[in-house]
């Protein structure tokens, strides 16, 4: 039977419908598979890795920057003792420190009128400990005054008391600054401070500040007053300066 004229376009329009449908899934089909395979967002490769930085997806938190650098500032119960051991053949900082200080300290003898500041200690029983070795290559730098446990500690000098501090080598501590306040005055291992001593304090030449003890580093029973001097550049920054050696300046 002979089709009309409209059943042949209806035929034209569904072959021509399922060769669009066909067309539509071949295209769908082959474009699943390429994306399963070449997804951009998806970066196979790792990342190469430079020293001192880190790579980051586009996705992740904004880098942060390096922290620089920086030098660190002495604190209080560290200052007056050098750090490190020095490298090679060449004399140590240390050293070198210590045999400046036993130097520049004889130009105060017989001008630096101090006491000995610790009670009942006379001139004779001091030793000598300011280059002795001490642990992680220092330097001494200070002298042991040894004396019973709660022995009374002295101002050595009249001037103000700069800073009360507990310090994890020195233990319980005091600063000192002198009368022209070019030397600060350090007493550490205290068992305690004298009663009513604060920050600000202007003590006298002989007055009792504190206590002999054992605290910080001293090692327990080994009762002792550590006493340093040191000639400061700059009087507000009291916990830098160079080391002298008090020992001839409190035997004389």
């Known amino acids: 039977m002979a089709l009309n004229a409209t059943s042949l376009a209806r035929i034209r329009v569904l072959v021509i419908t399922i060769a669009a449908f066909a067309v539509l899934g071949t295209s769908f089909w082959l474009g699943t598979r390429y994306s399963r395979y070449h997804d951009p967002a998806v970066n196979i490769r790792e990342p190469e890795r430079s ?59 017989g001008t630096l009128k101090l006491i000995i500041p610790v009670t009942g200690v006379r001139p ?22 040894m004396a019973p446990a709660g022995t009374p500690v002295l101002a050595a000098s009249d001037g103000e008391i700069v800073r009360l501090f507990q310090s994890d080598r020195g233990g319980t501590t005091i600063y000192q600054l002198s009368p022209d306040k ?65 020992y001839p300046l409190l035997r004389k």
């Open 51 to 109: 020293s001192g930085s880190v790579s980051q997806s586009p996705s992740s938190s904004p880098a942060v920057s390096p922290v620089p650098t920086q030098t660190a500032t002495l604190s209080p119960d560290v200052a007056l003792i050098p750090n490190g051991p020095g490298t090679g053949s060449s004399p140590s900082p240390e050293s070198t420190q210590s045999t400046k200080g036993s130097i520049l300290s004889n130009s105060f003898v």
């Open 124 to 145: 004779e029983q001091l030793q000598d400990t300011f280059t002795a070795a001490r642990s992680e290559g220092r330097s001494h730098d200070a002298i042991d005054i």
């Open 182 to 246: 070019k030397l600060v005055f350090y007493y550490a291992h205290l068992q305690r401070y004298a009663d009513g001593l604060v920050a600000g304090k202007f003590a006298r030449q002989g007055e009792v500040i504190g206590y002999v003890g054992d605290t910080g580093n001293a090692g327990a029973g080994n009762y002792h007053l550590h006493f340093s001097i040191a000639v400061l550049a700059d009087p507000k920054r009291y916990w830098e300066g160079t080391n002298i050696n008090p």
